[in-house]
C-alpha cells in the first residue's frame, strides 16, 4: 500500500457528517487533506458507494463543501429517496502551483494520489466502504479533466465517471492559470486531452457523462469533444444547460453526476 500513514478526525468535534483526513503519501512526497462525507444511519454498513469530486484550479479538498454545500445537498436527495446512500470523497489535488491537472510531473504523480493513495486511505478508514464498494469519480473544470481522464484509463477500477464545465486539454487549463502543470515536460500519455485519452482506452470504457454551461467559456472545447465521439459512435452523454463558469452551475449540475452514478451503483 502506498499510503504510509493516516490521521482522521475524532468524530466527538465532525460535524455535517463530515470527516477530516490528512494522509501521508509517496506520490506526493508529503501530506495530502480529504474531506469525507459519510451519510449517517448506516453505521453497519460497510460496502457504500464511493464517488471521488475533483475540485478545479486555486481550490483545495473543502470547496465541495465550503462553496457548494454538496454534502448537505446529497444528504436531501438520500432522505427524500432520490439517492441510495453514498460517501462523497473530496481530496485536494496535490496544491501545486494553481493546480495540479492530476497528472504526473517533477517527480510527483498528482494522478497516482487519487488513484492509489485517496482510495486505498478511504478503503482503510472509512468503516462503511470497502474493496467492495464501487467507486465513481466526477470534478468540475480542473477536475473534470483530471476526471475524465482518470476514469477513462483506470476503468477496472472506477465504474462510471463524469465532468463540469470540464477543462478539456492543456490550452484550456492556460485559460486559468499559468502556474500549473509543465505539461509539456511529462510524458505524452500524461499530457494528452480528454479526447485522446478516451479515445486510446475506448475498447473497455466505463460509462460517463459530461456537460458545461451554455455561457461557459470551455463550451466549445466540450462541443468538440462530444461531437467527435458522436462521429465514432462511442457511446456517452453531454448536456449544455444555461449558465457560466460558476459555483451555482457546479452546485446545481453536480447532483446530475450523483444521480447518474446511483443508477449504476447496485
Sequence with gaps: MITREVSISTPDYEVENLRYLTVQSTHLKGRGDITVFVPPGNEKT?????????????????????????????????????LEPMVLVMPSDGLKGGGSGYIAQGGFDFEKWIVEDVVAAIQSNIPQ???????????????????????????????????????????????????????????????????????????????????????????????????????????HIYEEFSGGHTADYWKEHILKSLLFFNKLSS
Design 129 to 235: 466502504v470497502s474493496i467492495k464498494s464501487k467507486l465513481f469519480i466526477t470534478g468540475l473544470s480542473m477536475g473534470g479533466y483530471g476526471a475524465l481522464r482518470i476514469g477513462a484509463k483506470y476503468q477496472s477500477i472506477f465504474n462510471a465517471f463524469s465532468g463540469h464545465s470540464s477543462v478539456t486539454n492543456p490550452k484550456d487549463l492556460s485559460l486559468f492559470i499559468d502556474d500549473g502543470p509543465d505539461f509539456y515536460a511529462t510524458k505524452e500519455e500524461e499530457a494528452s486531452s480528454v479526447l485522446d485519452t478516451i479515445l486510446s482506452n475506448k475498447k473497455y470504457l466505463s460509462p460517463f457523462r459530461f456537460d458545461c454551461g451554455s455561457e461557459d467559456e470551455l463550451v466549445a472545447s466540450n462541443r468538440k469533444v462530444h461531437l467527435k465521439l458522436k462521429e465514432l459512435q462511442i457511446p
Design 46 to 82: 460497510s460496502n457504500l458507494p464511493v464517488v471521488i469530486l475533483l475540485h478545479g484550479v486555486y481550490g483545495s479538498h473543502w470547496a465541495w463543501t465550503r462553496q457548494m454545500n454538496v454534502h448537505n445537498e446529497t444528504l436531501k436527495l438520500i432522505e427524500l429517496g432520490e
